[in-house]
């Protein structure tokens, strides 16, 4: 049988004292028998830190019978805000809790989780763990991370008028708070007792704040797990790489056969990758420029649908019925065609794509940088329409950095760049991998604020063995690295 004396014993030695403001998440099973049940862990609370003190707990939801008991004690101020809501007893109760509604976010600056750093509270995980700790989301907040969404409540203000407001920055699914422990043992910023059954850890506030706002702007992912099959943290990760793009300037496409074999399963692991945007090679193992209208109608309206844009379509031979092949592109409103420039009739069919109002971009096979230039000059472009192809480059004998953008002066020519990287004798790589020169490539379009599409698989000649994950994941080991 676990006592209120117990309690306030295993509190001071775990470092609260007089005078303490203390956030508590608890769960009174977790004691084992308790004499005087909830009654009993928040009065040991309120005697360790005495009348100088504070005890808050979240209660906005189901939180356990801890908070409700609390609510029920006479003084006992609950802040004004309908989503992030903490009941508060003490000195300063009133101060903590005042204007909760009013910030952006419920849990940052502003608010009871953000004063009570600031006046140097503690966070108390009473027999839980980092999962239900509330704090964290204010730290999230603070981060501006682009998987936080928003709520809106219609309440009554403290004056008694009816409102509606729109939080910003606000918690989604799950995450991986758990995870948190051994970084906040490690900077020094926990104590772990126990008391009762109960597992016990005791945070200042501020120290948790200073270290998680450290660790989230180097790692945005510090709180997803790495786990494949969480959707919650897949999408929330999709939303981190995504957000990641945005603040480039050039547009960040996928191989329709790189991301996989069926519309579906491609619009999924766009979604799941965070790529906003699908160049259409092949589809079913088919080219799927040799669809006819309505069938390619029907891929480009599916993945529409679902979020995605579609940013071109690749050839690997130019159509016999051009006619037929600038309506259906037309009617599905493609806005780029990505063609071969050794094709015999490219001229012909560029100066088509221009009559249509659709950008015809040229690409690189296996010929030297000088054969692709002298090619590219002599279609009279006005404006950048090279997709350069560094696997390609690499497969015919060439350092595509050093030497093929170098010698065919493609920094003005250039309107597309193909992440796709190989080995000199044609068998495909991951970005950087490979004999490209992909990373370099990349720096340098960087360094020009390039705003045309990087893609990636783009060009990839056959089946690589590789997934659109595996790709996505060595371009930001890339760019982590540059």
């Not at 692991?269 to 090679?281: F, K, W």
């Not at 004798?425 to 705003?451: M, Q, T, Y």
Request: net charge negative.
């Amino acid at each position: 049988m676990t006592t209120k004396n117990d309690i306030e014993r295993g509190l001071r030695e775990l470092g609260l004292a007089n005078g303490d403001r203390v956030l508590l998440h608890s769960s009174v099973v977790s004691v084992g028998e308790l004499e005087g049940g909830a009654d009993a862990l928040i009065d040991a609370f309120l005697t360790v830190i005495g009348k100088e003190g504070t005890l808050l707990a979240p209660c906005f939801a189901a939180l356990g019978i801890v908070p409700e008991t609390l609510k029920k004690r006479p003084g006992a101020v609950i802040s004004p805000c309908p989503v992030g809501t903490v009941v508060a007893l003490g000195r300063d109760a009133e101060a903590l809790c005042r204007d909760h509604w009013i910030p952006d976010s419920p849990h940052a600056e502003d608010t009871p989780y953000g004063r009570l750093a600031e006046r140097g509270g503690f966070i108390c995980l009473f027999g839980v763990d980092q999962d239900r700790n509330t704090f964290l989301h204010g730290i999230e907040a603070r981060l501006k991370l682009p998987y936080l969404g928003e709520v809106s409540e219609k309440f009554t203000t403290p004056d008694g008028t009816v409102r509606e407001k729109t939080w910003h920055y606000y918690p989604g699914p799950h995450r991986d708070f758990i995870g948190l422990d051994h970084r906040l043992l490690a900077a020094g910023a926990m104590r772990i007792g126990r008391i009762g059954n109960a597992e016990v850890r005791l945070m200042p506030a501020a120290e948790l704040l200073k270290v998680g706002l450290e660790i989230g702007s180097e790692h945005p992912d510090f709180v997803l797990c790495d786990n494949p099959e969480c959707a919650d943290c897949t999408k929330q990760r999709a939303a981190l790489f995504s957000a990641r793009i945005a603040s480039e300037s050039f547009k960040l496409s996928a191989s329709s056969q790189l991301a996989g074999r069926y519309v579906d399963e491609i619009v999924e692991q766009l979604e799941r990758t965070g790529i906003r945007y699908v160049e259409l090679d092949n589809i079913q193992g088919r080219p799927a420029a040799g669809r006819s209208a309505d069938e390619l109608a029907d891929i480009c309206s599916r993945i529409r649908r679902a979020g995605s844009e579609i940013s071109a379509l690749r050839l690997v031979a130019l159509p016999d019925d051009q006619e037929g092949f600038w309506k259906k592109l037309r009617l599905c409103a493609i806005p780029a065609v990505i063609a071969p420039l050794a094709s015999p009739a490219i001229a012909d069919f560029a100066a088509a794509a221009r009559r249509n109002g659709i950008a015809c971009h040229v690409a690189n096979s296996r010929m030297t940088a000088a054969q692709a230039a002298s090619a590219y000059e002599a279609l009279g472009f006005t404006s950048p329409s090279f997709c350069f192809n560094p696997a390609e480059f690499a497969a015919a004998g060439e350092n595509p950095f050093l030497t093929s953008y170098r010698v065919g002066r493609f920094i003005r020519k250039t309107a597309q760049l193909d992440v796709t990287d190989g080995l000199w004798d044609g068998s495909p790589a991951l970005s950087g991998r490979g004999n490209g020169e992909v990373k370099e490539l990349v720096s340098i379009f960087r360094c020009r604020n390039f705003p045309g599409f990087l893609v990636l698989g783009g060009g990839m000649s056959g089946g690589s063995g590789f997934t659109l994950a595996d790709h996505v994941k060595w371009f930001v080991r890339m760019l982590d690295r540059m």
